[in-house]
């Protein structure tokens, strides 16, 4: 089954170590996304990729970055981890951008623990 | 402008009664109103959406009905039951402007009691 894969589903690290979180699809999609969602809120739209296109969202701290080496995988890289950051991390992807359905895709997340 | 608005923040339905949850957006420009559900430590999945061309769609208990002058929307599920206890997201976004950013209420949680 087409899918969205996150790994790891649980990934605990230790306060300003810093920690990698990926995300794979097989849909074959253009747009891929990294959300985080605390306890009891929505999902808070991090950044996305269009194909190599990077988009920041305006209040993503400077800690967080992303990497899209190719279509299937992208990348979230925290540098130096506050308790803060504490939160689930979704991944997820859509087919196109104009035009498109709008549907967005997510994968199951990973809940990031930092000590 | 960019916010949508969703209440209840937390819903209690008998089984068998009727779930209703509301939506409401500023932005004239959505073109698209999906709904999320999301079980806990999962992530969110879609679960029916509406374009602004039609004032209701209907998924077998699920319901999106859209007042475009009002700018307002709703689920709707009948015959709730228990396996629906879950969070429910409303979302927007503006697909024809080359933008899908989904821009998500800030959930209800809703639970079906027996």
């Known amino acids: 089954d087409a899918m969205v894969i996150q790994n790891p589903r649980y990934q605990v690290t230790q306060f300003g170590k810093p920690v990698t979180l990926s995300c794979s699809q097989t849909l074959n999609h253009n747009v891929m996304y990294w959300y985080q969602q605390k306890s009891s809120q929505a999902p808070k739209l991090l950044f996305h990729?269009?194909?190599?296109?990077?988009?920041n969202e305006a209040d993503t701290p400077d800690n967080f970055q992303s990497r899209r080496p190719n279509t299937s995988f992208c990348f979230l890289d925290i540098r130096s981890p506050g308790l803060g950051d504490a939160a689930m991390y979704l991944c997820?992807?859509?087919?196109?951008?104009?035009?498109?359905?709008?549907?967005?895709?997510f994968g199951p997340g990973t809940r990031l623990t930092v000590l | 402008q960019q916010q949508v608005k969703q209440s209840p923040q937390s819903l209690i339905v008998q089984k068998g009664g009727i779930s209703i949850i509301n939506c409401a957006y500023e932005n004239t420009a959505f073109d698209y109103f999906p709904w999320y559900q999301q079980f806990p430590g999962k992530g969110p999945a879609l679960l029916i959406a509406?374009?602004?061309?039609?004032s209701e769609k209907k998924e077998g208990r699920f319901t999106i009905s859209f007042n475009k002058s009002a700018k307002q929307f709703s689920l709707h599920i009948m015959d709730s039951q228990p396996g629906d206890s879950a969070t429910y997201f409303c979302a927007a976004s503006e697909t024809n402007f080359g933008n899908e950013k989904l821009t998500f209420g800030t959930g209800t949680r809703l639970t079906i009691i027996p």
């Open positions: 990729y269009y194909d190599k296109d990077f988009n």
């Open positions: 997820a992807t859509s087919r196109d951008r104009a035009g498109g359905t709008g549907e967005q895709f």
């Open positions: 509406i374009r602004p061309d039609v």
